[in-house]
């Protein structure tokens, strides 16, 4: 279920969107550290439009009846939902991790996996609740410029700017918990 997600959410995507995604990998694992963490910012924004469909394809397509009708929707397709999500993260966010881990740098690689967690949730968690894609566009966009790219820490979801990991991981908790809530309630209907 898992790949079919993720052929799902990749469906359409131009060679293009793959060769920038591939570049922003590369850029970040062969730049210094300082440098790598740019490329991670933009690594990170650059899939913003798949992420943002998460949790409202059913919405969108009006298909909801179908896919909450077959068995275990919340076991089996919201899981596989968020892990496509997380795959495209952790693809797109490849190239910067290799070169933390290369430089032994432990305290930025949970924060780089927080953030790898954390998107795809926040993303999920709004979709479902909102039912379209605009939300999540809007308040990841300024979390992403005012955390990251301002360097602001308490809202430093990647760890760029010594961000605290442990708040976003529990965050990320919290978002899963409404996600699933959010699910449970579109199943009822």
């Known amino acids: 279920m898992v790949i079919a997600e993720l052929r799902i959410a990749l469906k359409g995507v131009s060679r293009w969107w793959y060769m920038v995604a591939l570049l922003l990998a590369i850029g970040g694992l062969v730049s210094p550290p300082a440098v790598s963490r740019g490329f991670l910012i933009a690594a990170w924004i650059w899939p913003i439009l798949i992420w943002s469909a998460l949790g409202t394809r059913e919405a969108r397509q009006g298909t909801g009846q179908l896919v909450f009708s077959t068995p275990h929707p919340l076991r089996r397709q919201l899981p596989a939902c968020w892990l496509a999500g997380v795959a495209i993260a952790l693809a797109t966010g490849l190239g910067p991790a290799l070169r933390l881990l290369a430089a ?7 924060a780089w996996l927080t953030g ?7 993303a ?15 308040v990841y966009t300024l979390l992403w410029y005012a955390g990251p790219v ?26 899963a918990a409404l996600a699933v809530a959010g699910r449970k309630r579109q199943v009822r209907l």
């Open 104 to 110: 032994g740098n432990g305290n930025s690689l949970a």
């Open 150 to 175: 301002n360097q602001i820490a308490p809202l430093d979801y990647m760890g760029v700017a010594g961000g605290s990991p442990s708040v976003f991981l529990l965050c990320t908790v919290a978002l």
């Open 116 to 122: 790898a967690l954390f998107i795809p949730t926040l």
């Open 124 to 138: 999920l968690a709004l979709g479902v609740w909102s039912g379209s894609s605009k939300l999540f566009e809007v």
